[in-house]
């Protein structure tokens, strides 16, 4: 009981400490934290186009979130998401303009493209972690740099020539949904989300109920008790960072299918894989937890926005309020010592 | 008696839960007195109360006939009561002299003066025989050398009352030896001595009184020359226990373990084994016995696929199964409770009933099709928790948070219940008490009786003699000689063990 | 048990509202002034824009539009904010379409899309707020009466500074970086390129492209490596990378004030930014800028639309011509020699006699 109560815990605490320092700073720098907390909650859920805009941008923060969390519940650190989402992203613009099929093939064909794209981003540092034991913090965060430099070059020299973006992808192969642009006055809210939702279903379907996820959470929990028990420790490393590369490249698929139709040179990262790591770290690397984290950040993320046209409150503060997040959860050590500590004192 | 501490109805709760229910313990001067309870009898709460990191609830501890308030282990020192921990707490890196002296370094103009330091730890082993290099890094000596080392750093810091916890628990029968020398030395100085354990024949080799804990109850104290082991134990567990593990005569039928001519090579490229032969029939136990590190581990390691050989052939039933992988060996029939139950035995982060499933989770009825089956899996973890009294407040408990007794019955349930030909068992009882150490021989038995073969290994020799039916001992990565329990003695054992060929023909 | 912990997560929920509660009569009270002025004068004609990732402090470009929003807002007696003028900043990619959707719910009679970057998010949201108008700075957008476009002819101001450079480098050689090589990017370094050439032959002109425009360790990286192979003079087109080339050259003053090297600002007037005092002496490294006159063209545009004369569907370049693009109004460091150069290569400019090429020479 006391262990389930405290992994809901440290996160909303965390949420609410971080909310708490934010006001405080707001205070002391001469803002309103009042004014300023409701013009984020009005630029995030305001009215149905913000409400639209922070489901859209929650969007490929599940998918990363969900590729951290996956990699971390088998035992792996996957900083590379962000690479691996930025590979999914190209592939899957590249198939949804070079081919042109009727919508019901094209777009699950963009969307597994930039799947397998992330996947084989991601069985790279896998392979290396099983075959010469090489730490895939090291691999993974090296390949984001390949990442950004080679789709950044497909884009220039490959796809277009010399453009700095690709043209639009077919509308065969586009998440974008006229009906949720309805319905949220135009925001840029597309058909990913219901991918997001599924996909973490999915995970958690994954990882609890198949026998594949037995096997690699115990891998992920004690290789050497995995391989005692007969299983193929290093085909589960290598699984485990393919799947959840492919989970980042879907992501991928979410911004170049859906946010924004194409793909544009990016002078550095897109943050959503990093931010997939604060994620999965708030969400405790459960599906549901990844999905409701998400919710949060894309909440914060365009929310913000917000901020100062409507309260003046510097929008920079929002990332201070992020980030003081992820080091309360960072440091729930000291929250649930904090918990024990009451603990004790009733008891006695 | 004049008494140098003296704790007097101690009482501690945790939340309701009573750890110590007025326990009262006085140590007389110059003796060696027992500290007796099973896992979890409130042994380590009662000195963690007398170290100071636990304030008791009730009673009153004395030293030296004062009564004092012992608030921090700072305090314990300053009252010269130290702790010789079961885990050591070393900095690898440092030299012994270094270790022993940080935290109270000699000065010599604001640097440390390690020649002083060294003398004094020369001073310090040579007064209490305890021979040490004080040069030497951590890292580079023995488990026993360490513990001496701790010792010292408890001597060095003025202690005149030692308490050892567990203190035999990770030597080797010969290091054991020495310990007992090195605290007979100490009481000569005047030195006073708490021993927990749960180890009868210690107690009865080297104390001079016991003080025997159930369930957080004191049993009371008696003089080790007014007892024996058996009631001991029956003071310790609450009810009468039997040692010498009763068994029918083996009635040992075809090879089912067919070791020829094995090679193993070990983590560092060394051959372990060498050429080795072994042969264990259905329905007899084969005790594997030998100084660790002789290439016990490579073996099983090899005959249950976990390490690729080098040379040779190992067959089960016959058939050839060198050189498969991990399942296949278990598919095969081979069970194995290996040494480290944590490393290699638990998926501690799982339930218990999980952790049931761990070699067959794949196959019907646990699994379908790749769909886990966790109302199949968990029924079968109720089953046998229920068989093998597997302590546990459900089957979703997490492995971790079990005792190392029921975690060793839970793996052994497991590895029983697959119906294996051979079953490879490895140190079974480490760590364990005598109510669990039975429980496991009697089960280990009846698998041999229903015609199972048994491969033990142990490092506790009275282990191998009573649960064998036939001993090998293994000497650098070989047999050197199959003994009979029945005829043979510790000594003889001992001597094979050392690498003497003498007296093996004659049991062969 | 549980209750208890239950209980300390809801003290900690109060003390948070109680800390919020206690700024909120503040927070009402602005509210209402906001809201006074607001309906007083809702008749007032109203701006906003929407910056790129570099935002309004880019010393650049954002910069410089703000600047004209500020002077329109001051020549009409508005105040900062939503019934005002104001600016949104985008932090991402994917925040242009939020931000413009979040002026016109504001309620901006006008709003400013900066820089090409905004250029698909503009042409999605006017196509649904249709009864918004919007501006795009820097690039076109067709066939869209709601959208005016302004752009530059940077060509022609490049042409100009190169003409400074290639007269005043010491070591015929000078370079140019770059942001993200595009059409737009390619403007400034064929202008740069053929000013140069056109005054002095044999100078050497070093053309390169950092990728980004907000990397200005970037920028410092690549200047570096320029002054140290021999170039004296290095114009920018970089936005927050050229800031790098700022801090390249400072530091390298800062080492040996007697060394002659220059930096050519562009877009607003950077001699600000050039400025270095080394042992109580000022320098300034900035030889010159190119000043792309935004904010006159946002004053411009802004002042027409006020008027009920929005240019809506229609392009219009400011070039030379209309002072849209100029050499800046600082010119220390310019000789005289170079003075008279650029007076003389206007004029030829303004009368078409000279054509400036809007891409490098080898492309």
């Not at chain 1, 950044?152 to 998440?175: K, Y």
């Not at chain 2, 109360?49 to 300053?78: H, M, S």
Request: net charge negative; with cysteine.
């Amino acid at each position: 009981m006391f262990k389930n109560w405290t992994v809901l815990a440290v996160p909303v605490i965390s949420v609410l400490l971080g909310l708490l320092a934010g006001a405080l700073i707001m205070l002391v720098s001469g803002n309103n934290p009042t004014a300023g907390y409701m013009a984020l909650w009005n630029g995030a859920f305001g009215d149905s186009f913000y409400t639209g805009e922070t489901l859209r941008q929650m969007t490929p923060y599940v998918f990363a979130g969900l590729a951290v969390a996956f990699a971390f519940r088998t035992g792996l650190f996957n900083i590379g998401v962000e690479g691996q989402l930025l590979v999914g992203w190209l592939a899957s613009v590249w198939v949804g303009l070079a081919f042109e099929l009727p919508k019901i093939i094209h777009l699950p064909l963009a969307i597994l493209a930039g799947a397998a794209a992330g996947a084989a981003w991601g069985f790279i540092p896998g392979f290396l972690k099983a075959r010469l034991r090489v730490h895939e913090v090291i691999v993974t965060i090296m390949m984001n740099y390949t990442a950004l430099h080679i789709t950044n070059h497909f884009i220039r020299d490959v796809i277009s020539d010399g453009a700095d973006a690709t043209d639009p992808v077919r509308e065969t192969a586009s998440l974008q949904s006229a009906f949720l642009q309805s319905i949220t006055d135009f925001s840029s809210l597309h058909n990913g989300i219901y991918l997001a939702v599924i996909a973490a279903i999915i995970m958690w379907f994954m990882l609890e109920k198949t026998t594949l996820g037995y096997e690699l959470r115990a891998v992920g929990y004690n290789q050497h008790a995995s391989e005692y028990a007969g299983m193929n420790v290093n085909r589960n490393i290598v699984l485990s960072m393919v799947i959840s590369g492919a989970f980042a490249g879907i992501g991928g698929a979410m911004q170049g299918l859906g946010t924004f139709g194409n793909m544009f040179i990016n002078s550095g990262f897109s943050g959503i894989g990093f931010d997939g790591i604060a994620v999965a770290l708030l969400g405790g690397n459960t599906a549901i937890g990844v999905v409701l984290a998400a919710l949060l950040f894309g909440a914060l993320k365009v929310g913000s926005l917000n901020m100062p046209i409507e309260s003046g409150v510097p929008n920079e503060l929002v990332e201070i309020v992020i980030a003081l997040i992820i080091f309360f959860v960072a440091s729930s050590y000291m929250i649930t010592w904090l918990l024990g500590r009451l603990k004790k004192k009733e008891a006695k | 008696m004049d008494y140098v501490i003296e704790m007097l109805g101690i009482r501690k709760e945790f939340n309701g839960f009573v750890a110590n229910d007025d326990i009262t313990l006085q140590l007389a001067k110059g003796e060696i007195h027992a500290l007796l309870g099973e896992n979890g009898a409130g042994k380590s709460t009662l000195m963690n109360v007398l170290f100071g990191l636990y304030q008791p609830e009730a009673g009153r501890i004395r030293v030296n006939g004062q009564d004092v308030q012992i608030t921090d282990p700072n305090k314990a020192n300053n009252l010269g009561i130290g702790m010789v921990h079961q885990h050591f707490m070393l900095v690898d890196t440092f030299t012994v002299t270094e270790n022993i002296v940080l935290g109270n370094e000699p000065k010599k103009f604001g640097t440390v003066n390690m020649k002083e330091a060294e003398q004094k730890v020369r001073e310090l082993s040579g007064q209490y025989g305890l021979s040490v290099d004080p040069t030497a890094k951590i890292a580079d000596i023995s488990v026993g050398m360490q513990q001496r080392v701790e010792i010292l750093k408890t001597l060095y810091r003025g202690a005149e009352i030692l308490i050892f916890d567990e203190p035999t628990a990770v030597l080797t029968p010969q290091e054991i030896k020495e310990l007992i020398q090195i605290m007979r030395a100490l009481i000569k100085e005047g030195k006073s001595i708490i021993l927990i354990t749960h180890k009868l024949k210690e107690i009865m080799e080297v104390c001079d009184r016991v003080t025997v804990i159930r369930k957080g109850k004191g049993i009371g104290t008696v003089d080790v020359s007014n007892t024996n082991p058996n009631h001991l134990a029956s003071l310790m567990v609450g009810r009468d226990v039997t040692f010498t593990t009763e068994k029918a005569d083996a009635t040992p039928a075809h090879n089912v373990l067919e070791v020829r001519d094995l090679s193993v090579n070990d983590s560092r490229g060394v051959q372990a084994v060498r050429h080795l032969n072994l042969d264990v029939r259905a329905g007899e136990i084969v005790g594997i016995c030998g100084v660790d590190g002789n290439g016990q581990t490579e073996l099983i390691e090899a005959i249950t696929g976990l390490r690729k050989t080098s040379g040779g052939s190992i067959s089960l039933n016959g058939k050839d199964i060198t050189g498969l992988k991990p399942r296949k060996v278990t598919e095969a029939g081979v069970a194995h409770i290996p040494q480290d139950r944590h490393k290699h035995g638990l998926v501690l982060d799982y339930p218990i009933g999980t952790n049931i499933v761990l070699q067959t989770y794949y196959q019907k009825p646990f699994s379908k099709a790749g769909i886990m089956n966790y109302k199949e899996v968990y029924k079968k973890a109720s089953t046998l928790i229920k068989e093998f009294d597997v302590r546990t407040p459900s089957e979703t408990t997490l492995a971790r948070a079990l005792s190392g007794g029921n975690q060793q019955k839970a793996i052994i349930g497991r590895e029983v219940d697959r119906n294996p030909d051979l079953l490879i068992a490895a140190q079974p009882t480490r760590g364990l008490d005598v109510g669990a150490i039975e429980f496991i021989h009697r089960r280990l038995i009846e698998q041999r009786d229903s015609g199972k073969a048994v491969l033990l290994l142990s490092f506790e020799l009275d282990e191998i003699i009573n649960v064998s039916d036939r001993i090998a001992v293994i000497y650098e990565g070989n047999i050197v000689a199959v003994v009979d329990p029945k005829t043979t003695t510790e000594q003889e054992l001992g001597l094979l063990m050392a690498g003497s060929k003498k007296g093996a023909d004659e049991h062969v | 048990m549980e209750k208890r912990k239950l209980g300390f997560a809801m003290s900690m929920v109060l003390a948070a509202g109680t800390i919020l509660g206690a700024c909120g009569g503040g927070g009402e009270e602005a509210d209402n002034t906001g809201g006074g002025s607001g309906s007083g004068e809702s008749d007032k004609f109203t701006v906003g824009m929407v910056t790129d990732v570099g935002g309004v402090d880019d010393k650049s470009f954002n910069q410089s539009a703000w600047e004209g929003l500020q002077a329109f807002g001051e020549e009409n007696n508005l105040e900062k904010g939503p019934d005002g003028f104001d600016y949104i900043q985008s932090k991402s990619d994917a925040d242009y379409k939020t931000n413009l959707n979040t002026a016109v719910r504001n309620g901006f009679d006008l709003t400013y899309g900066i820089g090409y970057k905004l250029k698909p998010a503009i042409e999605e949201v006017a196509k649904q707020r249709t009864d918004s108008q919007f501006a795009i700075v820097d690039d076109v957008v067709e066939g869209l009466d709601n959208v005016t476009s302004i752009t530059f002819k940077e060509h022609e101001g490049s042409f100009l500074v190169g003409v400074v450079a290639g007269l005043q480098t010491k070591t015929d050689k000078v370079g140019f970086i770059g942001g993200i090589e595009s059409a737009l990017i390619d403007k400034f370094a064929g202008g740069f390129e053929a000013g140069v050439k056109a005054v002095n032959p044999d100078a050497d002109v070093v053309i390169e492209f950092a990728g980004a425009f907000d990397k200005a360790d970037k920028g410092q990286q690549m200047a570096s490596a320029m002054y140290s192979s021999g170039a004296d003079i290095i114009y920018h087109a970089a936005g927050g990378t050229g800031n790098g080339v700022f801090s390249e050259a400072k530091s390298l003053k800062q080492k040996d004030p007697s060394k002659e090297i220059w930096v050519i600002g562009v877009d607003r007037d950077q001699a600000e930014e050039g400025k270095v005092t080394v042992d109580g002496k000022e320098y300034n490294v900035t030889l010159t800028s190119m000043v792309k006159r935004v904010d006159l063209a946002v004053q411009d545009v802004a002042t027409k639309a006020q008027n009920g004369e929005f240019p809506g569907g229609e392009v219009t370049e400011y070039g030379l011509e209309a002072d849209g693009v100029s050499i800046s109004p600082t010119q220390d460091n310019l000789t005289e020699e170079s003075k008279a150069a650029v007076q003389e290569w206007t004029d030829k400019i303004k009368n078409g006699e000279v054509e400036v090429p809007t891409v490098p020479s080898g492309k």
